[in-house]
C-alpha cells in the first residue's frame, strides 16, 4: 500500500504540468512588461515596472517550485495567482491598456487548474 501512495506522487499529474507552463508564461510576460515600461518618467510607472519585474520572478520560482508535492506550494501558487489579477488590474489603471485587462486570463488558467480535483489531491488538499 505504502509503494502504491510513493508511486502516485511521483508521477505529476498533467494539470500540474499546464499550470506550470502557463506560470513561466505569465512570468515571463510580467518581467517583459516591466523591462519595457521601466523606461518611463513617471515614477508611479517605474514602481510598477519594478514590481512587474519582480512578481515575474516570483511567479517562475513559484512555477519550479509546482513540481514539489508539497501543499505550501500549491498555496504559494495561488497566493502568487491572485497578485497577479490585482496586479493587472492596477497596471490596467494605471495605463489604461486593454491588454493587461487581458492579462489576467493566464492568472485564472493557474487558478482554474490548481482546484482541479487530480491537483488538489497531488498536494493533499483532496
Do not use: C
Not at 500540474?16 to 507552463?21: F, H, K, N, S, Y
Not at 510576460?29 to 514590481?51: D, F, M, Q, R, S
Not at 498555496?75 to 491588454?99: C, D, K, P, T
Request: aromatic share 12%.
Amino acid at each position: 500500500m505504502m509503494s502504491n501512495d510513493l508511486g502516485a506522487k511521483a508521477q505529476k499529474p498533467a494539470a500540474i504540468l499546464i499550470t506550470q507552463v502557463l506560470l513561466y508564461l505569465a512570468a515571463i510576460v510580467n518581467i517583459v512588461n516591466g523591462i519595457y515600461a521601466i523606461g518611463n518618467v513617471e515614477k508611479v510607472k517605474v514602481v510598477l515596472a519594478v514590481v512587474m519585474i519582480v512578481f515575474g520572478a516570483a511567479a517562475a520560482w513559484v512555477a519550479y517550485r509546482l513540481s514539489q508535492p508539497e501543499a505550501s506550494s500549491r498555496n504559494y501558487a495561488v497566493a502568487l495567482a491572485w497578485i497577479l489579477i490585482v496586479l493587472r488590474l492596477i497596471e490596467y489603471s494605471v495605463w489604461h491598456n486593454i491588454g493587461f485587462l487581458l492579462g489576467v486570463i493566464l492568472p485564472i488558467l493557474v487558478l482554474w487548474r490548481l482546484y482541479k480535483r487530480e491537483t488538489k489531491a497531488w498536494y493533499n488538499h483532496s
